[in-house]
Nanobody
Framework: QVQLVESGGGLVQAGGSLRLSCAAS????????MGWFRQVPGKEREFVAT????????SYADSVEGRFTISRDNSKNTLILQMNNLNVEDAAVYYC????????????????????WGQGTQVTVSS
């Protein structure tokens, strides 16, 4: 089964950019649909973006559409989330997730669909 490790979080000013990475090991990376979720204390984990097995499908939450870009490099077993024009509402712990689901449908927007999770990386946005 796959193990996931996120990196790239940190403190950024509003309007700035961050690039999150997720390194996968222990599984066949291109068999997994991958996703990014985020969570703030006291709230449920929230969908951010997801990408299909070869990168041909990508979907975003309305709140990040046009600002965030999800991508994957199957040759390097790496998932990327490029975050631009960050605002204070984007501050959260960001989690990388993976699922062996065989269909790319609306269930990929649900955190409960994903069986494998990283430990999370903190993103803080100052105003």
């Amino acid at each position: 089964q796959v193990q996931l490790v996120e990196s790239g979080g940190g403190l950024v000013q509003a309007g700035g950019s961050l690039r999150l990475s997720c390194a996968a090991s222990g599984g066949t990376f291109n068999q997994y649909i991958m996703g990014w979720f985020r969570q703030v204390p006291g709230k449920e984990r929230e969908f951010v973006a997801t990408i299909g097995w070869s990168g041909g499908f990508a979907s975003y939450a309305d709140s990040v559409e046009g600002r965030f870009t999800i991508s994957r490099d199957n040759s390097k077993n790496t998932l990327i989330l490029q975050m631009n024009n960050l605002n204070v509402e984007d501050a959260a712990v960001y989690y990388c997730a993976a699922t062996l689901r065989r269909s790319y449908d609306t269930d990929v927007f649900k955190w409960s669909t994903y069986s494998y999770w990283g430990q999370g990386t903190q993103v803080t946005v100052s105003s």
